[in-house]
């Protein structure tokens, strides 16, 4: 009998949070017309943001993981893998867990692993990087707005500001780019051409 | 202690251990002129040939083999276990002259108190050879003891029963082992052993056999020095100097001893110890200190190249035949080839950190730890902590990797002190990073190979060799005086082959880290460069480099070269070496005499986008009678693997005062990727047993190098070639 | 802090720092040695063991991550001498082991292995595995791993 009463409230908060999503995602879109010049602006505060070896090391453009502030090729023969997360016997949580590791300095996020080849982003222009951005054949079929929120709150792309010891976090503080990330939205998400 | 232990253990270690120094004083009296022609004749004696058994000649069979309550055999092995197989060639040792199968037979490790424990440690190719007379010798006097208790239970003639597999058989009766023990007043060995089979006559000895700690191995059980614990044992982590030569100047450890668990930090003239309940705790703790070192000289690595050069340091001779000097004078006829060649600095790396578990109680230290000189580190503690040698014993434990890098185990007597000054058993441990940094080395070392030819013929050789000591620094002083050149760095360096002016000198350097052995000694640095300049002579000469080998083996005095001879020829038609040769393809041949093992070896590689890949390794070796085939093959190839590990990635280098390396990251090693496949070719001849740990490794880098050579047409004068040759 | 896991398939419940590595919770606390300290960084590969069935370095895996999980280490993977895992009993039939320290490690990787690619070749298996053996028995781990996928196919089909 407990369980059934406490299931309902439950349920009803469910059904509340998927309305409450799709008002908010598909809706009422928060990409506005705006200014094009300061969603360009906002986009090369954006880049400097993805052109660090914090994010960039999981978006190479080939099958290697890159390391370290000079984003070296992963030792010990790590790859991509057929699903972005090394082979299937030695996976990247073989050594990554869900958060840095102080005894050992291995850095560790939740779904520790490379982004799809899709979003390779090294030897890429910012007209390159940008339509790689919102291609949703290659973004994961994102939105603008979606990839600002995953940009803006996923824990993987949210480690880059707590990389651990030994690991500089992007040139940009959090609170700066996910403003920049909001100006763009709001500007028309624009990139350069 | 059972009853039958009581029985049969009736003398003391003491004699044992006397009988070693006596060995040692006795030649140091003997050999006490240092002069250049007297030096050069006691550096050829130990360069050439095989170990010597100090301390393990004279001994009493009961106190090798014990017979246990349960009928289990039991052989206490002066030489540790540490991967080199041999357990399982004494085990067959034992078995031939106890006609009785290996399996019956458990080899252990005795502390330094209780059994036989070779006094001047395992190391130098030298533990199954060591064994072979003295383990055969303690069996037969065991068996004849037991066979002639038996036939006095019996009423009969010990001429009538036979020991068979545990028992002693006579007609339709057996008694095991165990019983007959059980069942005598005494145990009567004889002094004079009965006469020994020969090779003829081997039932095990010979044959292939599985390791007998296999089974230990495969189940993972808790072997390794390290894995031991003893009641109420706390763990330890040193906080040791980063620096070069650096000297503790000061150090705050509030915030370490602030965390939980830590119990104290503990200050020593040059390092520190955390000491806590837990493991973990003791290590990141030791990272909370903070301290501060003296550090008279930042080293770098340009200050070691520029001391590890031909012309700096001590000169030595090693090597004068002939009058090379005046063919290298005279210019006017022939053609002199001169190269240089270096090796780099080198790190054991062996997967076992170092590790000491110590236990100060009643004025007596108990140490258990993996070392390859329990003895060395019995006569440390008793020196350093002012104890009595008999108040300290040493068990020593399987070793996680040796290769020369555990005779001298810094954490032995940190263990010690720890554990005195706390009066509770500890378990200090290197972390990986102190086993990189706070460690000794393989030394660096720079290579001049002169040639002279005159007539389409090598006529004169020149080697001159700069490099740091080896072993001098665990050898008495007058042994310097009496070689001169250290014989274990200036291994191998002389020539063997067939010309009538040779000569090798040596240029002992000092370099600022603590030099030592690494498996092979200097034969991997000398190997190389004589190997690869023979190769480049045979170019100059138009010749093929086996058969131009071939035709300077030709010393009807030296067995070594018919049966090196033989080997090459083997492995020259196993590798099919004059099969077509394709683009970025090529094999590269090299040999060596290491003392009396020969060895031969061809290498295929192929690069491919700048990667270096040895696709095979053929290797030919004599070692003279092989005990176990099986155990051979295994140091073969591990041999190849360290050697190509060593001869494309190892380079130890310093910067900033420190050692570069602190860890695997830094340090790369041969990996299961790097692996060829092997050809193993085994050609014992004789009745000798001689080395197999360590002679495989000498023509690796340099069959590798002259691989290279074929594949690219680019000269491979250094190592390591790292793996990147875009 | 109290952690709750399966060892071996034993319950068991440790009380340390939540942070502790599991493998010197799995060594000093659950007694169980097979599993090595090789690096303490993840690199070597000498404390790998299985969690949930999934290969992992245990040194960089802190103890309060495996709450419920459970854990397989080389003393769970057969249940006596007698009844070997196909990876253990290649390994003896090839004669694997030369010093000891780094095998068991390599066992646990081989046993990963086979489960996910049940006829590896020889590139398979030195793409899969990236542990640190220094007295050389790469060779011979090669070969054991071949025979322990046959062991396993052979097992599987008298099933």
Known sequence: MNNMRHKKPLLVLLIMATVFFICNTTESPAITEGDPQKALEAFATISKVLRSPRCINCHPSDNVPRVGDDSHEHLFGVVRGAADHNGPVQKCATCHQNENNAYTRIPGAPHWGLAPIGMGWQGLSDAQLGQTLLDTSRNGNRSPEALVEHMSHDALVLWAWDPGEGRTPPPVPLDEFRAALQTWLENGATVPE | ?726 | MKINFKINGKAVSVDVDADTPLLWVVRDELKLKATKYGCGRAMCGACSLHVDGELTRSCSFPVKFAEGKEVTTLEGLSPNEEELHPVQQAWMEENVPQCGYCQPGFMMAAAKLIKEIDNPSTEDIKANISNICRCGTHPRIIKAIKRAAQIQQSKTSSL
Not at chain 2, 117 to 136: I, K, N, Y
Not at chain 2, 224 to 244: A, K
């Open chain 2, 1 to 726: 202690m059972s009853s039958s232990e009581k029985d049969i253990k009736l003398t003391s270690r003491r004699n044992f251990l006397q009988t070693g120094l006596v060995l040692l004083g006795g030649s140091a009296v003997l050999l006490e002129f240092g002069c250049a022609p007297t030096q050069r004749k006691v550096f050829d004696f130990v360069d050439s040939n095989e170990a010597p058994n100090m301390g393990l000649n004279k001994f009493d069979a009961n106190f090798w083999i014990r017979i246990l309550d349960d009928n289990k055999i039991e052989l206490a092995s002066p030489k540790v276990e540490m991967g080199q197989g041999v357990f399982t060639g004494a085990a067959l040792c034992a078995a031939e002259e106890l006609n009785t199968h290996p399996r019956y037979i458990s080899v252990i490790h005795p502390t330094t108190q209780n059994g036989p424990v070779d006094p001047f440690g395992t190391g130098g190719s030298s533990s199954t050879a060591g064994l072979f007379e003295p383990v055969r010798k303690a069996a037969a006097i065991t068996r004849v003891a037991l066979e002639e208790a038996a036939a006095k239970i019996w009423k009969t003639s010990a001429s009538n029963v036979e020991a068979k597999d545990g028992k002693v058989v006579y007609a339709d009766k057996s008694l095991s082992f165990a019983e007959i023990i059980k069942q005598s007043k005494s145990i009567k060995f004889r002094k004079k052993g009965p006469a020994l089979k020969t090779r003829k006559d081997f039932q095990y000895i010979g044959t292939d056999q599985p390791r007998t700690d296999l089974l230990q191995k495969v189940m993972g059980a808790s072997i390794f020095g390290i894995d031991y614990e003893l009641p109420n044992m706390v763990y330890g982590t040193t906080v040791e100097s980063p620096y070069l030569g650096g000297k503790l100047k000061s150090f705050d450890a509030d915030e370490a001893l602030a965390m939980k668990g830590v119990l104290e930090v503990q200050e020593e003239d040059d390092y520190l110890l955390v000491v806590a309940e837990k493991r973990y705790v003791a290590e990141m703790a030791a990272r909370k200190v903070k301290a501060e070192w003296t550090v008279n000289k930042k080293w770098t690595q340009e200050d070691i190249d520029a001391a590890v050069q031909v012309g700096k340091g001590k000169f030595e001779s090693i090597q004068k035949d002939g009058n090379a000097a005046a063919v290298f004078r005279n210019k006017d006829q022939g053609k002199t080839l001169e190269f240089e060649y270096r090796t780099a600095a080198a790190a054991h790396a062996f997967m076992e950190p170092k590790g000491t578990i110590a236990r100060y109680a009643d004025g007596k230290m108990y140490i258990i730890t993996g070392t390859q000189q329990p003895n060395r580190d019995r006569v440390e503690i008793a020196k350093k902590l002012s104890m009595k040698k008999d108040d300290v014993d040493v068990q020593c434990a399987f070793l996680g990797g040796g290769f020369g890098g555990r005779f001298y185990i810094n954490k032995v007597i940190q263990a010690a002190r720890a554990s005195k000054k706390l009066g509770r058993p500890i378990h200090v441990l290197s972390t990986r990073e102190q086993d990189f940094i706070n460690n000794y080395y393989r030394p660096s070392s720079h290579h001049v190979m002169k040639a002279k030819i005159e007539n389409n013929q090598i006529v004169a050789v020149q080697h001159d060799m700069a490099t740091d000591d080896m072993i001098f620094d665990f050898m008495p002083a007058i042994m310097q005086k009496l070689m001169g050149a250290d014989p274990s760095s200036c291994h191998g360096a002389a020539f063997n082959y067939s010309i009538d002016s040779r000569v090798t000198n040596s240029w002992r350097v000092d370099t600022p880290y603590v030099t030592g052995i690494w498996r092979g000694v200097g034969i991997v640095a000398t190997s190389f460069a004589k190997e690869v300049f023979f190769d480049e002579i045979a170019e100059e000469l138009g010749q093929d480099p086996i058969e131009m080998r071939l035709a300077h083996l030709k010393d009807e005095k030296d067995a070594r070269h018919g049966r090196l001879r033989t080997v090459v020829e083997k492995v020259r038609d196993a590798s099919n070496w004059k099969g077509k040769s394709v683009a970025g393809f090529g094999k590269g041949f090299a040999c060596a005499m290491d003392r009396e093992t020969v060895v031969a070896g061809v290498a295929e590689v192929t690069v491919d986008n700048g990667k270096i890949k040895v696709t095979k390794f053929t290797l030919g070796i004599d070692a003279g009678l092989i005990v176990n085939p099986e155990g051979v093959r295994q140091q073969c190839e591990g041999c190849i693997m360290m050697g190509l590990s060593s001869a494309i990635y190892e380079e130890l280098l310093v910067k900033d005062g420190k050692v570069n390396h602190s860890n695997y990251h830094q340090y790369p090693v041969a990996m299961l990727s790097d692996s060829p496949e092997i050809e193993i070719l085994l050609l014992g001849t004789g009745e000798h047993v001689y080395g197999v740990g360590e002679p495989p490794i000498a023509p690796v880098a340099p069959a590798i190098a002259n691989a290279l050579y074929s594949a690219t047409g680019k000269r491979f004068r250094n190592t390591p070639f790292r793996n990147d040759l875009s």
